[in-house]
């Protein structure tokens, strides 16, 4: 393969699908975007709006292009072909790569989207030239990726990863999963919120800012006003990123002791607070971490791609998967 060698990368969000064409250095060239089937019955709906947005990719430039990689919110098996459960798709077993095999004329590639970001962060991002690496994605949940001797982990099923459904709280708080004390619900956008939510419901006078900002309304409130407030200097949201960040220290510490990886790379949208985010992290990571004083530490850093990590992370590993000979095309 030539290093001009081009790519498409396919990231399926729960509200857009967004494609780009990737170039060998992880370069988007060009782009194309469509809203999600809102609430669709029919895999083919979906599936249809993704072979939309490869062929508007296609048609400008297609003679570089060697294969195509789709980055999936859900359980994808290990074979890479079928996306086994997505939550906010209608896909159950879906054999997604024999089925886009059969419309798309290149080698096309699944993967779930915590693999190709956390690829993408390593191979051009936070993690380059760390070929041991933990990505933490810190959205509405938790989710993750995993590198280690510079390969992507998947586990034996496919699902490694799930970071966000550990147990750190026995008998805590429960989460959508059906379990309790879940990681995710004292470390995510959705936590960092519903405290917030809580005081405000309370009449608490610590919330007053934050209650201004919203118009009274606690359901307006979401991750990134916390955030703008905290920079703002408002105590409470301050407070509440610092209970965030000392969850995802203790959490990130019970991963290392499993791991030992190299760094931690910490994306998604409440990445967004940076060091009042991160500073807490390093701190609970520290205090918690197993042969502390003894052992070297991880770093901890924020992620680079921000939103197109999926699709620049779900390009590279179909061109790489396609060089290896893997035969992908028509499943």
């Given at each position: 393969?030539?290093?001009?060698?081009?790519?498409?990368?396919?990231?399926?969000?729960?509200?857009?699908?967004?494609?780009?064409?990737?170039?060998?250095?992880?370069?988007?060239?060009?782009?194309?975007?469509?809203?999600?089937?809102?609430?669709?019955?029919?895999?083919?709906?979906?599936?249809?709006?993704?072979?939309?947005?490869?062929?508007?990719?296609?048609?400008?430039?297609?003679?570089?292009?060697?294969?195509?990689?789709?980055?999936a919110?859900?359980?994808?098996?290990?074979?890479?072909?079928?996306?086994?459960?997505?939550?906010?798709?209608?896909?159950?077993?879906?054999?997604?790569?024999?089925?886009?095999?059969?419309?798309?004329?290149l080698?096309?590639?699944v993967?779930?989207?915590?693999?190709?970001?956390?690829?993408?962060?390593?191979?051009?991002?936070?993690?380059?030239g760390?070929?041991?690496?933990?990505?933490?994605?810190?959205?509405t949940g938790?989710g993750?990726?995993i590198?280690?001797?510079?390969?992507?982990?998947?586990g034996?099923h496919?699902?490694?990863?799930?970071?966000?459904?550990?147990?750190?709280?026995?008998?805590?708080?429960?989460c959508?999963?059906?379990?309790?004390?879940?990681?995710?619900?004292?470390?995510?956008?959705?936590?960092?919120?519903?405290?917030?939510?809580?005081?405000?419901?309370?009449?608490?006078?610590?919330?007053?800012?934050?209650?201004?900002?919203?118009?009274?309304?606690?359901?307006?409130?979401?991750?990134?006003?916390?955030?703008?407030?905290?920079?703002?200097?408002d105590?409470?949201?301050?407070?509440?990123?610092?209970?965030?960040g000392?969850?995802?220290?203790?959490?990130?510490?019970?991963?290392?002791?499993?791991?030992?990886?190299?760094?931690?790379?910490?994306?998604?949208?409440?990445?967004?607070?940076?060091?009042?985010?991160?500073?807490?992290?390093?701190?609970?990571?520290?205090?918690?971490?197993?042969?502390?004083?003894?052992?070297?530490?991880?770093?901890?850093?924020?992620?680079?791609l921000?939103?197109?990590?999926?699709?620049?992370?779900?390009?590279?590993l179909?061109?790489?998967?396609?060089?290896?000979?893997?035969?992908?095309?028509?499943?």
């Amino acid at each position: 393969m030539a290093d001009g060698s081009l790519a498409i990368g396919i990231d399926i969000g729960g509200t857009k699908v967004a494609g780009g064409v990737v170039d060998a250095g992880g370069r988007v060239l060009r782009r194309a975007r469509r809203d999600t089937p809102h609430r669709s019955t029919s895999p083919r709906v979906v599936e249809d709006t993704i072979v939309s947005v490869v062929d508007e990719l296609l048609a400008a430039d297609s003679d570089d292009i060697v294969a195509v990689g789709i980055g999936a919110a859900g359980f994808v098996a290990a074979d890479r072909a079928t996306v086994v459960f997505a939550p906010h798709l209608s896909w159950r077993n879906e054999p997604l790569r024999q089925a886009l095999g059969q419309r798309v004329p290149l080698p096309t590639f699944v993967d779930n989207d915590a693999n190709a970001a956390v690829w993408a962060e390593h191979r051009f991002g936070a993690g380059r030239g760390e070929s041991h690496l933990v990505m933490v994605n810190l959205g509405t949940g938790i989710g993750g990726g995993i590198v280690i001797g510079g390969r992507v982990i998947r586990g034996r099923h496919g699902i490694a990863g799930e970071f966000g459904h550990m147990q750190v709280v026995p008998d805590g708080i429960r989460c959508e999963c059906g379990n309790r004390g879940c990681w995710e619900q004292y470390a995510s956008g959705n936590a960092l919120v519903r405290e917030a939510r809580v005081l405000m419901s309370a009449g608490s006078p610590v919330v007053s800012d934050l209650f201004d900002r919203v118009g009274g309304r606690p359901e307006d409130l979401t991750g990134p006003l916390v955030t703008e407030a905290a920079r703002d200097g408002d105590p409470l949201a301050r407070e509440l990123l610092n209970e965030i960040g000392r969850w995802l220290g203790i959490g990130m510490a019970d991963l290392a002791a499993a791991l030992d990886p190299g760094m931690f790379v910490i994306g998604g949208g409440v990445s967004a607070a940076g060091e009042l985010l991160l500073g807490p992290a390093r701190e609970a990571f520290r205090r918690q971490l197993t042969g502390r004083g003894y052992r070297p530490e991880a770093s901890i850093v924020t992620a680079e791609l921000g939103n197109e990590a999926g699709l620049v992370g779900a390009a590279d590993l179909a061109r790489t998967d396609s060089v290896v000979g893997a035969d992908a095309h028509g499943g």
